[in-house]
C-alpha cells in the first residue's frame, strides 16, 4: 500500500475522531504558512522593458536604437530573486544573433535559423537556485535584426519577475540595457558584477534611472508633470515624529501657487496664491500622513515644505514602502482644477484616478496612478509570494495574493471550515485573501494598459480559459455571502460573461478547449466541469440568473455525453476532438472534479427543474462506479481503476465530501453504503495522507493528460501540502462532520 509516513505522525494517532481538532489544525496550518503578506511595491520606469501581451520580455534593441551600425553590440541585464529552488520554461525569440547567459554561465547561442525564421521560439529549461539569479543577453546588430524577445513559457501562470542589476539601482523592477558598443566589451572578460556599480563597465546603461544636473534644478511638481498652469497635483509622505509624547510641528515653506495641505485628514493650510506659508500642528509620537494639493503657477510648479519639532527637523518617509526609491514622496496628477477627491480616497494605493474627475464614462487610459520623483518613475505592485514551477508546484512562500484555480478551492475549504467551527479569523484570512486580489482589479487592467502585462492578478486579468477564472471566482462569490464587498460584483459579471459569451464551445454547446496551436488543442477536460459549474451556480444565486444556472446543468448532460464510461460508471479524464474519441483514463482527481462539482449543481437547482431527475440519476451511477473502486485503505487510486497505481489524496476527499452531501440532502436511493464509504474515506485520510502537523500528503500536481496511465502513475508524482488538495482536505472533514451530526440528529 502507498504509504506518506508513519502511521504514528499521522493526524489521527494523536486526535482520533476529533474532527473539529482535525479540522482547526488544517487550517491554522494553513494560515501559518501562508501568512497575509500582500503584493510589493517597486519603482519602475516606464521608458524600460515592458512585457508583450504573452508576457515576454520586450527586448527589441532595433527599435530602440534605430541608429545602431551592423556589427554593433548590445546588452540585457536583469536579476531574478527565487525563494528555493525552482525549474521553468523560458522562451526566447530571436531578433538576430543572441547569446544568453544564465548565473555567468554560457546557456544558449542562437542559429542562423533563430535569428532569421519569423517568430521562431526556442525552448529552455533553466533550473534557479535559491538567492539571487542572473539573466545576461548579448546581442549584435545586423540586417536580420537586433535583440530578442526572452520570458517565460505560460507567463500569466508561472510567474517571472525581473529585477534590475546594480547596486545603483537596488531594489528597482525591470532589465537594464546598454546603449550600443562598436565591439564586445565583454569578449573574454568577465560578465558584470551585478550588485556592483554600473560604472564600473564604461558602459551607458539604461532606462535613465536619474535625473540630469539641468532637470534636478526644476521644481519637483515642474520635472514630473511638466508646466501646466492652472492644472493641480497631490503630493503624500509621512512625518515621522520622534519626541516623547505630544509634540508642536511647524510646518513652513512656500509655494508658487495656490496650496492645501492635510495632516492625518485634518486640513491644516490653505493658501489662495503663491507665497510663504507657516502652520503648527500638534503631533504624538509616530507616523502621519502629510498630503499636500498642489497648483501650477503661471511661470512654475513649485512648493518647498520643511517640518520641525522644536527646531529640530522632523523627517519623511515614503507613505508606502517602495523598493528601489529613496525618496520621500509620491506624485498624482496632473488634474484639471475643478477636480476634487476625497482625502480618504488619496491616501491610499489600491485605486486609479481619473484626470478629468470621476464619471461613469472615464476610461482606463483617462486614468492615472502614483509616481515617484525620478525620469518616468511609478510605482508599481508586483506579485511575489509563491511561483509556480514546470511541475505545477509552488515553494514554501506564502500564496497570499494569489488569484489562481487551486487557490479557489483552498478558499472555499477556509470558509467552510471557519464557519464550522465558528472561527471567525479563519473566515477573515480568507476573505481577505480574495479581497487582496478584488481591491486591485482595477488597477491590474490599467497595469496591463500602461505596461504590456500586468504586473499582478495575471490570470484574471489574461482570461483566456476556465482555468483563470471559474474556480477563484467561485470562491470569491462564496466571500461574497461574508462581506458582500460590492467590488466582487463587476468581477463577477466579467467571469460570467466570458463563460456564457465568449468561451468557446461545441457545436452542441459544450465548452471545450480551443487552445490553437498547444498540446491541449481541441480537448475536453473533465476538470472544466469544476472550472465553470460551482461559479455559475453561486453567480445565478447573487444575480437571480436562471441561464447560468441552466447553463451548469446542461454542460453536466453534454460532458456525461462525451466523457462517460458507462461499463465502469466513471469519466475518462479528457475527450480529444483531434482523434474523435475519450482518452479512457479515468483519472482520480478529474473524477473528483465532476463529482464534487455535480453535487454544487444539484445543491442549487430547484426541485422542479427539468434537468434535476437526469442529474441525479447521473449522481448515482457515478457514485456507485466510484464506491466499488475504493481501496481497503479507504483511498482511491491515482488512476481509479488500475490498482497497481499509487493511492492519492484529493480525489479521495472529493469523494468523501460528496458522499457525505449526497446522504445529508436524500440524494441517494441507497444511502448506506455511503455512509460507510464517507467515513471510510475521512478515516483512510486522516491516517494516511494527513500528519499531525496538519501537512498533506499524497496529492497529485497539476496535470496534463495523456491516453497513457503511464502518465498519471509515473510523471504526476505527489507533493507535500499541493494547493490542489488542502481546500478539498478541509472541505472533505466539514462534509463528514456535518453528516456525523446529522444522522446523529436523527
Same mark, same amino acid.
Given at each position: 500500500?502507498?504509504?506518506?509516513?508513519?502511521?504514528?505522525?499521522?493526524?489521527?494517532?494523536?486526535?482520533?475522531?476529533?474532527?473539529?481538532?482535525?479540522?482547526?489544525?488544517?487550517?491554522?496550518?494553513?494560515?501559518?504558512?501562508?501568512?497575509?503578506?500582500?503584493?510589493?511595491?517597486?519603482?519602475?520606469?516606464?521608458?524600460?522593458?515592458?512585457?508583450?501581451?504573452?508576457?515576454? *520580455?520586450?527586448?527589441?534593441?532595433?527599435?530602440?536604437?534605430?541608429?545602431?551600425?551592423?556589427?554593433?553590440?548590445?546588452?540585457?541585464?536583469?536579476?531574478?530573486?527565487?525563494?528555493?529552488?525552482?525549474?521553468?520554461?523560458?522562451?526566447?525569440?530571436?531578433?538576430?544573433?543572441?547569446?544568453?547567459?544564465?548565473?555567468?554561465?554560457?546557456?544558449?547561442?542562437?542559429?542562423?535559423?533563430?535569428?532569421?525564421?519569423?517568430?521562431?521560439?526556442?525552448?529552455?529549461?533553466?533550473?534557479?537556485?535559491?538567492?539571487?539569479?542572473?539573466?545576461?543577453?548579448?546581442?549584435?546588430?545586423?540586417?536580420?535584426?537586433?535583440?530578442?524577445?526572452?520570458?517565460?513559457?505560460?507567463?500569466?501562470?508561472?510567474?517571472?519577475?525581473?529585477?534590475?542589476?546594480?547596486?545603483?539601482?537596488?531594489?528597482?523592477?525591470?532589465?537594464?540595457?546598454?546603449?550600443?558598443?562598436?565591439?564586445?566589451?565583454?569578449?573574454?572578460?568577465?560578465?558584470?558584477?551585478?550588485?556592483?556599480?554600473?560604472?564600473?563597465?564604461?558602459?551607458?546603461?539604461?532606462?535613465?534611472?536619474?535625473?540630469?544636473?539641468?532637470?534636478?534644478?526644476?521644481?519637483?511638481?515642474?520635472?514630473?508633470?511638466?508646466?501646466?498652469?492652472?492644472?493641480?497635483?497631490?503630493?503624500?509622505?509621512?512625518?515621522?515624529?520622534?519626541?516623547?509624547?505630544?509634540?508642536?510641528?511647524?510646518?513652513?515653506?512656500?509655494?508658487?501657487?495656490?496650496?492645501?495641505?492635510?495632516?492625518?485628514?485634518?486640513?491644516?493650510?490653505?493658501?489662495?496664491?503663491?507665497?510663504?506659508?507657516?502652520?503648527?500642528?500638534?503631533?504624538?509620537?509616530?507616523?502621519?500622513?502629510?498630503?499636500?494639493?498642489?497648483?501650477?503657477?503661471?511661470?512654475?510648479?513649485? *512648493?518647498?515644505?520643511?517640518?520641525?519639532?522644536?527646531?529640530?527637523?522632523?523627517?519623511?518617509?515614503?507613505?508606502?514602502?517602495?523598493?528601489?526609491?529613496?525618496?520621500?514622496?509620491?506624485?498624482?496628477?496632473?488634474?484639471?482644477?475643478?477636480?476634487?477627491?476625497?482625502?480618504?480616497?488619496?491616501?491610499?494605493?489600491?485605486?486609479?484616478?481619473?484626470?478629468?474627475?470621476?464619471?461613469?464614462?472615464?476610461?482606463?487610459?483617462?486614468?492615472?496612478?502614483?509616481?515617484?520623483?525620478?525620469?518616468?518613475?511609478?510605482?508599481?505592485?508586483?506579485?511575489?509570494?509563491? &511561483?509556480?514551477?514546470?511541475?505545477?508546484?509552488?515553494?514554501?512562500?506564502?500564496?497570499?495574493?494569489?488569484?489562481?484555480?487551486?487557490?479557489?478551492?483552498?478558499?472555499?475549504?477556509?470558509?467552510?471550515?471557519?464557519?464550522?467551527?465558528?472561527?471567525?479569523?479563519?473566515?477573515?484570512?480568507?476573505?481577505?485573501?480574495?479581497?487582496?486580489?478584488?481591491? &486591485?482589479?482595477?488597477?491590474?487592467?490599467?497595469?496591463?494598459?500602461?505596461?504590456?502585462?500586468? @504586473?499582478?492578478?495575471?490570470?484574471?486579468?489574461?482570461?483566456?480559459?476556465?482555468?483563470?477564472?471559474?474556480? =477563484?471566482?467561485?470562491?470569491?462569490?462564496?466571500?461574497?455571502?461574508?462581506?458582500?464587498?460590492?467590488?466582487?460584483?463587476?468581477? @463577477?459579471?466579467?467571469?460570467?460573461?466570458?463563460?456564457?459569451?465568449?468561451?468557446?464551445?461545441?457545436?452542441?454547446?459544450?465548452?471545450?478547449?480551443?487552445?490553437?496551436?498547444?498540446?491541449?488543442?481541441?480537448?475536453?477536460?473533465?476538470?472544466?466541469?469544476?472550472?465553470?459549474?460551482?461559479?455559475?451556480?453561486?453567480?445565478?444565486?447573487?444575480?437571480?440568473?436562471?441561464?447560468?444556472?441552466?447553463?451548469?446543468?446542461?454542460? =453536466?448532460?453534454?460532458?456525461?455525453?462525451?466523457?462517460?464510461?458507462?461499463?465502469?460508471?466513471? &469519466?475518462?479524464?479528457?475527450?480529444?476532438?483531434?482523434?474523435?474519441?475519450?482518452?479512457?483514463?479515468?483519472?482520480?482527481?478529474?473524477?473528483?472534479?465532476?463529482?464534487?462539482?455535480?453535487?454544487?449543481?444539484?445543491?442549487?437547482?430547484?426541485?422542479?427543474?427539468?434537468?434535476?431527475?437526469?442529474?441525479?440519476?447521473?449522481?448515482?451511477?457515478?457514485?456507485?462506479?466510484?464506491?466499488?473502486?475504493?481501496?481497503?485503505?479507504?483511498?482511491?487510486?491515482?488512476?481509479?481503476?488500475?490498482?497497481?497505481?499509487?493511492?492519492?489524496?484529493?480525489?479521495?476527499? &472529493?469523494?468523501?465530501?460528496? *458522499?457525505?452531501?449526497?446522504?445529508? *440532502?436524500?440524494?441517494?436511493?441507497?444511502?448506506?453504503?455511503?455512509?460507510?464509504?464517507?467515513?471510510?474515506?475521512?478515516?483512510?485520510?486522516?491516517?494516511?495522507?494527513?500528519?499531525?502537523?496538519?501537512?498533506?500528503?499524497?496529492?497529485?500536481?497539476?496535470?496534463?493528460?495523456? =491516453?497513457?496511465?503511464?502518465?498519471?502513475?509515473?510523471?504526476?508524482?505527489?507533493?507535500?501540502?499541493?494547493?490542489?488538495?488542502?481546500?478539498?482536505?478541509?472541505?472533505?472533514?466539514?462534509?463528514?462532520?456535518?453528516?456525523?451530526?446529522?444522522?446523529?440528529?436523527?
Amino acid at each position: 500500500m502507498t504509504t506518506y509516513f508513519h502511521e504514528l505522525e499521522s493526524v489521527q494517532s494523536r486526535l482520533g475522531d476529533d474532527d473539529k481538532q482535525i479540522l482547526k489544525v488544517l487550517a491554522d496550518r494553513y494560515i501559518g504558512a501562508n501568512p497575509p503578506v500582500p503584493f510589493t511595491y517597486r519603482a519602475f520606469h516606464k521608458s524600460g522593458v515592458w512585457q508583450t501581451e504573452e508576457g515576454l *520580455f520586450d527586448l527589441n534593441l532595433g527599435r530602440r536604437f534605430p541608429e545602431a551600425k551592423p556589427g554593433q553590440y548590445a546588452y540585457a541585464y536583469g536579476l531574478v530573486w527565487s525563494d528555493g529552488e525552482r525549474s521553468l520554461d523560458v522562451l526566447i525569440r530571436c531578433l538576430g544573433p543572441i547569446r544568453f547567459y544564465f548565473n555567468g554561465e554560457p546557456a544558449y547561442r542562437s542559429n542562423v535559423i533563430d535569428e532569421i525564421k519569423p517568430d521562431a521560439s526556442v525552448k529552455l529549461s533553466l533550473n534557479f537556485v535559491k538567492g539571487w539569479n542572473r539573466l545576461f543577453i548579448k546581442a549584435m546588430n545586423t540586417t536580420a535584426g537586433f535583440g530578442c524577445l526572452f520570458g517565460p513559457d505560460e507567463a500569466k501562470v508561472r510567474i517571472l519577475n525581473v529585477l534590475t542589476p546594480f547596486a545603483d539601482r537596488q531594489g528597482q523592477a525591470g532589465w537594464v540595457y546598454s546603449a550600443p558598443v562598436d565591439t564586445d566589451v565583454f569578449d573574454g572578460r568577465p560578465l558584470p558584477d551585478a550588485h556592483a556599480s554600473e560604472l564600473e563597465n564604461g558602459l551607458e546603461w539604461l532606462p535613465q534611472y536619474n535625473w540630469s544636473e539641468s532637470e534636478w534644478g526644476e521644481p519637483a511638481c515642474e520635472r514630473i508633470f511638466g508646466l501646466q498652469p492652472g492644472k493641480q497635483a497631490y503630493a503624500w509622505t509621512k512625518l515621522n515624529q520622534v519626541s516623547y509624547g505630544k509634540a508642536s510641528c511647524v510646518l513652513a515653506g512656500t509655494a508658487a501657487g495656490p496650496l492645501t495641505v492635510w495632516v492625518n485628514g485634518r486640513q491644516v493650510l490653505e493658501l489662495s496664491e503663491a507665497g510663504s506659508f507657516q502652520a503648527e500642528v500638534p503631533l504624538s509620537f509616530g507616523k502621519h500622513d502629510l498630503l499636500v494639493r498642489s497648483v501650477c503657477g503661471g511661470n512654475s510648479w513649485e *512648493f518647498k515644505l520643511d517640518a520641525d519639532v522644536g527646531g529640530v527637523p522632523v523627517a519623511l518617509s515614503a507613505p508606502v514602502d517602495v523598493l528601489g526609491s529613496n525618496k520621500p514622496w509620491l506624485y498624482l496628477g496632473p488634474f484639471e482644477s475643478g477636480v476634487r477627491f476625497d482625502y480618504e480616497d488619496l491616501v491610499r494605493t489600491d485605486r486609479l484616478y481619473a484626470k478629468e474627475g470621476e464619471s461613469e464614462s472615464a476610461q482606463l487610459r483617462d486614468k492615472t496612478y502614483w509616481r515617484l520623483d525620478g525620469p518616468d518613475a511609478w510605482i508599481r505592485p508586483y506579485y511575489e509570494n509563491a &511561483m509556480l514551477s514546470n511541475k505545477w508546484t509552488v515553494g514554501s512562500v506564502t500564496n497570499y495574493a494569489r488569484w489562481d484555480y487551486p487557490l479557489g478551492v483552498t478558499i472555499y475549504g477556509l470558509l467552510q471550515t471557519g464557519r464550522f467551527l465558528d472561527r471567525s479569523d479563519i473566515v477573515g484570512y480568507a476573505a481577505d485573501h480574495v479581497r487582496s486580489c478584488t481591491d &486591485m482589479f482595477e488597477y491590474s487592467l490599467w497595469d496591463r494598459e500602461q505596461y504590456g502585462f500586468p @504586473a499582478i492578478n495575471q490570470q484574471l486579468v489574461m482570461m483566456k480559459m476556465l482555468d483563470n477564472c471559474g474556480s =477563484f471566482g467561485s470562491a470569491m462569490l462564496e466571500a461574497y455571502k461574508e462581506c458582500a464587498n460590492p467590488g466582487f460584483l463587476p468581477i @463577477a459579471e466579467r467571469i460570467a460573461d466570458f463563460i456564457l459569451r465568449k468561451l468557446e464551445r461545441k457545436e452542441d454547446g459544450a465548452f471545450y478547449r480551443e487552445c490553437n496551436d498547444e498540446y491541449s488543442e481541441n480537448t475536453m477536460w473533465a476538470d472544466d466541469l469544476y472550472m465553470s459549474t460551482p461559479f455559475l451556480c453561486r453567480y445565478a444565486k447573487v444575480t437571480d440568473s436562471s441561464e447560468a444556472l441552466d447553463e451548469a446543468a446542461n454542460q =453536466f448532460l453534454l460532458f456525461r455525453k462525451y466523457l462517460f464510461m458507462p461499463e465502469q460508471r466513471i &469519466m475518462s479524464h479528457v475527450f480529444d476532438f483531434k482523434y474523435g474519441k475519450a482518452t479512457g483514463i479515468p483519472w482520480g482527481r478529474g473524477n473528483g472534479w465532476t463529482l464534487f462539482s455535480l453535487t454544487e449543481v444539484l445543491e442549487a437547482l430547484p426541485v422542479d427543474h427539468s434537468a434535476r431527475p437526469e442529474l441525479v440519476a447521473f449522481f448515482n451511477e457515478l457514485c456507485a462506479g466510484y464506491a466499488s473502486l475504493q481501496a481497503p485503505s479507504g483511498l482511491w487510486h491515482q488512476v481509479l481503476n488500475d490498482p497497481d497505481a499509487y493511492l492519492e489524496a484529493s480525489c479521495t476527499a &472529493m469523494f468523501a465530501y460528496a *458522499f457525505a452531501r449526497g446522504v445529508r *440532502f436524500g440524494w441517494f436511493s441507497d444511502p448506506d453504503r455511503f455512509i460507510e464509504a464517507s467515513m471510510k474515506a475521512w478515516d483512510g485520510l486522516t491516517r494516511y495522507a494527513i500528519d499531525r502537523q496538519g501537512n498533506v500528503h499524497g496529492v497529485c500536481s497539476g496535470s496534463r493528460y495523456s =491516453f497513457t496511465a503511464d502518465y498519471y502513475k509515473y510523471d504526476l508524482l505527489t507533493v507535500t501540502n499541493d494547493n490542489h488538495g488542502i481546500g478539498i482536505m478541509m472541505l472533505a472533514g466539514t462534509e463528514v462532520a456535518k453528516l456525523k451530526e446529522w444522522l446523529s440528529s436523527i
